[in-house]
Each structure stands twice: as structure tokens, then as C-alpha cells.
């Protein structure tokens, strides 16, 4: 799979929806909140099938591990932590985490007046939730890149940290509305598919629903590959954005299930669908929907929703175990970016 499949969807992981409350699990809110009766349809597109694209995601990972192996040079470094990050959006597979961490640290240190070395270890670092690092580096970059005298570069370094600051603004929770009428700007200027889904996370912040879900709609009439991750990462963060926060779980569902015919193993988008079997009496249905997941992915979301779920008193005791032992992992690896849960995970009734 080409390179720039990575760099299109490079806004799945520098964006605010990264590992927040926002796409990790939370209770559905009730329907009717506010919102149009149904969501427009996103365009449709034939793209490869998961399997397809996911042995294309792993071969593209190996032969930039091995490119990068002789030399620690920053654009390859670049595309092996998009794409780590990319399988780690939609799989769990926080290994990679770790990887794209240990990468990026240590071509920052072969190449440590390089602007693009030192954006590169803020993105990664705004993933882990480590902010402030990350503007210091944000910072650092811009410093070196008057030094340097980058020219014509300088503007696309600029774009990138300017971006990429904003992002860190959303996940802090920060006021948006300056934001959003940069990204407008943005996006009416040059309407590629990441400044339009940057807007549509904005706007979504904003609790301009229907604006966003049009501008989620939008950016992918303007991608053109085949990839299935755009389009089953836009359907669930649009299934998200309408269950969660708009209170809409009846406009959420369609979503979910859009993302699932993309990618079936899109691990989030599981346990949110299975969320809303729950919420709606179908336990076994949810039960069905998240086991196969325990044991294929590092998330604890689906043990998580096992331990409010199971019906057994006893096996709903040890997905709550298992689960929270899962998490004291992850908050060894990453404390910031799970330091907002908690060991409360127990049984509770939908």
C-alpha cells in the first residue's frame, strides 16, 4: 500500500478523538436528544476488503522497519509511525504505541536540530497525551526552522505545527471557536480530506452536529484511494459523535455498523455497537459482538463492557480482573494517556 494512504489518514491519530473519553467507551446517551431523524448516507465506495488492506498495512510496516534499520532518517521514520499509529487506531495494538514512542525519540536524537524530527516526536507525544512536551517541541521546531531558513518548506513545517497545536487545544478541552474559523479558512482553501475532517472535529467539539457530520460527508468525496480505513474511521467517529454526544444512539447505530462492513475487526467500533445492543436488551448479541475480540487486541474496552454485561456473577468477576489488570498495564506504558480510567469497572445493568 503506498505512502501516502498513511499521510491522508494521518489526522486518525493527531486529532482530539485520539485515546480520550471521547472514543473510549462511555454509556450511550438516550435517543431523542437533538439532532435530524436520520443521517445522510456517506458517498459509497468499493475499497479493498480489511483482510486485503491489513496485510498491506503490515507488509508496508516491516519494509519501513527495514529501510529505517541503516539509518535513522526522518522521512522514513515518518511513515513507519504513521502507520504503526494507524493499526494501533483501529486494532489495539498498543506494541505499537511503544514502537512509534521508541522511534521517534531516538531519530530525534541522531537528528536533533531537525524541525521535522522534532514535529515528528510531538505528534507521537500528543498521542501519549504527553502535552506538554509536546508544545515544547512545537516550539523548538519553529525556533530551529528560523535558524535553518527552511524556505518553501518552512510553510508546510508551519502547517504541520499550527495543526497539530490545535489538535493538542481540542484534547485540553480548550474554546474552539478560533479554531474552527482557522480550519474553515483551511478547508475553504484548500479542501484536501484531512483540513475537512479537522473541520468536522472542530465543529463536532462545538456540538455543531449536522455542520460536522456535512463536513465529515464532504471529506470523503474528496478521498480517492481505496483504503478502508478513512471510510470506516469517518463512519465511526460520525457514530460517535451522534450516539455520545448529540444523545442520538438510534443515529449512531447505521454508523457503527457502516464502519464494520469496512473493517470488521475495528475493535472501538464493536464495542460501541455492542453498547447499543446492550442498551436496547440484546445482551447476547453484544456478548457475541465483543468476545471473539478478548485475546486478539491489547485494548480492555471489550473486557470492559464483558464485565457489565455477562449475566454470571462470577465470569463477569474476571472480565472485571482481567480488564483492570489490563489497564494498570497500559498506565505502567502510557500514564497520561489512561489516566482518566479508573479501576471502577464492575457489573452494572443497562
Given at each position: 500500500?503506498?505512502?501516502?494512504?498513511?499521510?491522508?489518514?494521518l489526522v486518525l491519530w493527531i486529532a482530539a478523538w485520539g485515546c480520550?473519553?471521547?472514543?473510549?467507551?462511555?454509556?450511550?446517551?438516550?435517543?431523542?436528544?437533538?439532532?435530524?431523524?436520520?443521517?445522510?448516507?456517506?458517498?459509497?465506495?468499493?475499497?479493498?476488503?480489511?483482510?486485503?488492506?491489513?496485510?498491506n498495512l503490515n507488509a508496508s510496516i516491516e519494509a519501513s522497519r527495514r529501510r529505517l534499520e541503516p539509518r535513522l532518517d526522518v522521512a522514513t521514520a515518518s511513515a513507519l509511525v504513521?502507520?504503526?499509529?494507524?493499526?494501533?487506531?483501529?486494532?489495539?495494538?498498543?506494541?505499537?504505541?511503544?514502537?512509534a514512542s521508541k522511534i521517534s525519540s531516538e531519530v530525534l536524537g541522531a537528528h536533533p536540530t531537525s524541525p521535522p524530527a522534532m514535529l515528528l516526536r510531538a505528534r507521537v507525544l500528543?498521542?501519549?497525551?504527553?502535552?506538554?512536551?509536546?508544545?515544547?517541541?512545537?516550539?523548538?521546531?519553529?525556533?530551529w526552522r528560523s535558524v535553518s531558513g527552511a524556505g518553501a518548506a518552512g510553510g508546510e513545517l508551519e502547517a504541520q505545527a499550527r495543526h497539530l497545536e490545535a489538535s493538542i487545544g481540542l484534547a485540553q478541552g480548550k474554546p474552539v471557536e478560533e479554531l474552527v474559523a482557522r480550519r474553515r479558512a483551511l478547508a475553504a482553501s484548500f479542501p484536501t480530506y484531512q483540513n475537512v475532517t479537522s473541520l468536522a472535529l472542530a465543529l463536532a467539539k462545538q456540538g455543531r452536529f449536522e455542520d460536522a457530520d456535512a463536513a465529515f460527508r464532504s471529506a470523503l468525496e474528496r478521498y480517492r484511494d481505496v483504503s478502508p480505513f478513512p471510510f470506516a474511521w469517518v463512519a465511526f467517529q460520525r457514530g460517535v459523535m451522534w450516539s455520545e454526544e448529540a444523545a442520538r444512539p438510534d443515529l449512531g447505530r447505521p454508523l457503527y455498523e457502516e464502519a464494520l462492513r469496512y473493517l470488521p475487526g475495528y475493535v472501538l467500533a464493536n464495542v460501541h455497537l455492542a453498547e447499543l445492543d446492550a442498551l436496547n436488551g440484546d445482551v447476547p448479541t453484544a456478548i457475541g459482538r465483543v468476545k471473539p475480540l478478548v485475546g486478539t487486541t491489547q485494548n480492555p474496552e471489550p473486557l470492559v463492557l464483558l464485565a457489565t454485561v455477562e449475566p454470571s456473577i462470577a465470569q463477569a468477576r474476571r472480565y472485571q480482573e482481567q480488564a483492570e489488570a489490563a489497564y494498570r498495564q497500559l498506565i505502567e506504558r502510557f500514564p497520561k494517556a489512561f489516566a482518566h480510567h479508573h479501576s471502577n469497572i464492575g457489573p452494572t445493568s443497562f
Open positions: 500500500m503506498r505512502v501516502h494512504i498513511y499521510q491522508a489518514v480520550d473519553d471521547n472514543t473510549s467507551s462511555q454509556p450511550p446517551g438516550r435517543a431523542g436528544a437533538q439532532g435530524p431523524a436520520f443521517v445522510e448516507p456517506a458517498p459509497a465506495r468499493k475499497t479493498t476488503s480489511e483482510r486485503i488492506a491489513v496485510m504513521e502507520q504503526l499509529m494507524l493499526r494501533a487506531d483501529f486494532y489495539g495494538t498498543f506494541d505499537d504505541w511503544e514502537e500528543n498521542t501519549l497525551h504527553e502535552f506538554d512536551a509536546a508544545l515544547s517541541l512545537i516550539e523548538k521546531a519553529r525556533a
